[in-house]
């Protein structure tokens, strides 16, 4: 038996003709709750070795998990030919938040090193193209795109926790607070929280969005 025989018969996920996508497609299949290296083997009638050959461990499935249900939703970005700067802005930044959201508990697992492609950042591209077009520095125009994703993430975390039967995990720490403080302090907060005011709907991303694109206007070149 030669070495390279040999080697092959020690690939276990190769003998199996498992791949990375076919794990992702039975983790998918049984969920985050239910989700383990065994159940992923018993999903696809292997040996549990055939499926530690391209994952090491529960985590990496789930970040895998995440990864899949953010590229779905993201790869399908459209931002129109005609969309102005700030329109085009608005488009990736709503659609890293809805990407985010759409991977629901896995949200925490993701980890996108090693799993970009075009599709991933190619309307990243198209928004630096449209604001450097429209006067922005080049400079200016990535550190506006970052910190735009870092908001859009930062909002859909903030749904992702907050969609918990329980609610956000601020919100006990909140009416803690209140009903240790006086029935006379931190009016505006009591009268919000009773209100039934909210930082985790749409209205709050369009917040988000307008506001800071409002501030980037000032950045433009003439």
């Known amino acids: 038996m030669s070495v390279e025989q040999g080697a092959l018969r020690r690939r276990p996920g190769n003998s199996a003709g498992i791949t990375r996508d076919r794990i992702v497609a039975a983790a998918r299949a049984i969920g985050p709750t239910a989700l383990t290296m065994q159940a992923v083997a018993t999903e696809l009638g292997v040996d549990r070795k055939a499926i530690t050959y391209h994952v090491a461990d529960r985590e990496q499935l789930l970040s895998l998990l995440a990864v899949d249900a953010f590229k779905t939703r993201f790869q399908r970005t459209k931002i129109a ?26 949200a925490v697992y993701l980890r996108l090193a090693g799993e970009t492609d075009f599709g991933m950042v190619e309307p990243a591209e198209v928004v630096l193209k449209r604001m450097i077009d429209a006067g922005f520095r080049e400079e200016d125009a990535g550190r506006a795109l970052s910190m735009m994703t870092n908001l859009a993430m930062g909002f859909a975390r903030d749904v992702i926790l907050n969609s918990d039967p329980d609610g956000h995990p601020q919100q006990p720490e909140l009416h803690r607070v209140l009903d240790a403080s006086g029935s006379g302090e931190l009016s505006v907060l009591r009268h919000l929280d009773s209100s039934g005011f909210s930082t985790y709907d749409d209205r709050q991303l369009e917040f988000l969005v307008r506001t800071t694109i409002s501030g980037l206007r000032a950045l433009q070149v003439d």
């Open 81 to 106: 030919p005609t969309a102005t700067w700030d329109e085009a802005l608005v488009a990736f930044a709503t659609s890293v938040a809805n990407s985010l959201i759409a991977s629901g508990s896995v």
